[in-house]
């Protein structure tokens, strides 16, 4: 069952233009599924994957037949797993300059195409990224006419009803993620041996077939620690004692979860150094349903004692899924304010609360609001409650549509 991306109408808008397509992301999110639909749409049309070693050997060895076969006859050329091929830019530019075929490619990770691609692509390649699901994709297949609904209203106009309908399904998301796979499972234990299969093919495929890392124990501890403390400003020293990762490994390798959509980084918000900490960030994971297999626990949202950062790691992925940076205000005399968006309008603060009884907010947003005057502010729990001023108090899943 196909169930339709955000992405895909981006896609399809550039598929006109000259540049090369790179739609990355991690191993599961539906890059393929995405990329069939799109090619099935279409006339005059070749789909590749590169995990077909023969094709991958050709693409590597003999590229000018490469593009005989696949570019010169062709208006378009999909690859697939386009990351295992060993000086893949350096030969698609050849394609790119010598045919006018429209190339588009997916790679499971970020870091494999940088380094492959963008040095010989510069001014001829688009990166897009996709994720796993967000909330509004997984409410559309959950339950289509209530995210009609939930699409049509407004802050204003959601009723207590409509919320304590979609709540149920918020509540699955933040135990099980958005990884389609898991999506689709048809049962708790299927949903969980699915997050368990795609963080073990993440280390047996990204890891050691594509990064080349050695260090995978050392590794499996970090990506352990980390998603103990989702949400926490990262104190390196503990990190290096779990990891046993010396300080230089340790930023290493946090780089490689954050190139391989694991993690998601957060950095501080600040205009004043001398008051404001500025040098650690916060991890967050991309899925909490991977961070949920990490720590082996998928109890309900109301049993759990870690939900308020849940509902913080929910609100980070999906800012990411905007293109919006996360990033946190957190002065020297720890006055915090859990998210700052930046836009174009104006700053934007919010504060995450997993259990609000009535509308308020912290000493520290009020100091936020107070230095900095954004327009607005947003409380997020799971109730939505009338607004006070600037603040907006909203359920927790409208920061994807209200952002």
Excluded at 64 to 89: N, V
Excluded at 98 to 127: C, E, P
Excluded at 234 to 252: P, T
């Amino acid at each position: 069952m196909y169930i339709k991306r955000l992405l895909e109408g981006k896609l399809l808008k550039y598929l006109g233009s000259r540049e090369i397509l790179a739609v990355t992301g991690p191993r599961q999110c539906g890059k393929t599924t995405l990329l069939r639909r799109i090619f099935a749409g279409l006339k005059n049309a070749v789909f590749l994957d590169f995990e077909d070693r023969e094709t991958l050997e050709l693409f590597g060895e003999d590229i000018k037949s490469f593009a005989e076969l696949y570019a010169k006859p062709y208006r378009y050329l999909f690859i697939d797993e386009f990351q295992y091929a060993k000086e893949g830019g350096r030969k698609l530019k050849y394609i790119y300059d010598t045919y006018s075929t429209k190339i588009v490619i997916t790679g499971s990770s970020a870091s494999a195409l940088s380094i492959q691609s963008m040095k010989f692509l510069v001014g001829r390649l688009f990166v897009f990224n996709l994720y796993p699901f967000s909330f509004d994709e997984y409410l559309s297949y959950k339950d289509h006419r209530l995210y009609e609904l939930y699409i049509k209203r407004g802050l204003t106009s959601l009723t207590k009803p409509v919320i304590e309908r979609i709540l149920p399904h918020f509540n699955e998301f933040c135990i099980f993620g958005g990884y389609p796979r898991a999506v689709l499972a048809g049962d708790k234990e299927e949903k969980e041996t699915v997050l368990k299969g795609i963080y073990n093919t993440y280390f047996l495929r990204e890891i050691k077939e594509i990064l080349n890392l050695p260090e995978d124990y050392k590794l499996s501890r970090l990506i352990s620690a980390l998603a103990l403390q989702i949400g926490n400003v990262i104190n390196y020293n503990e990190l290096s004692d779990i990891s046993a990762f010396r300080h230089k490994e340790l930023l290493r390798y946090m780089n490689v979860l954050e190139k391989t959509f694991v993690t998601v980084r957060g950095l501080p918000f600040y205009t004043n150094k001398r008051t404001e900490l500025v040098k650690s960030p916060k991890i967050f994971f991309l899925d909490n349903g991977l961070r949920n297999f990490v720590v082996k626990n998928f109890q309900n949202i109301e049993k759990r004692q870690d939900k308020g950062a849940l509902y913080e790691n929910f609100v980070a992925s999906e800012l990411l899924k905007k293109g919006i940076d996360v990033r946190f205000w957190r002065t020297k005399s720890k006055a915090e304010v859990d998210f700052v968006m930046e836009k174009k309008s104006g700053i934007i603060p919010a504060e995450v609360k997993s259990d609000l009884k009535k509308p308020k907010f912290s000493k520290s947003f009020l100091s936020f609001i107070e230095k900095y005057k954004p327009k607005k502010g947003f409380v997020l729990s799971e109730k939505i409650f009338k607004g006070t001023g600037r603040v907006k108090f909203m359920p927790i899943f409208l920061i994807g549509k209200e952002a």
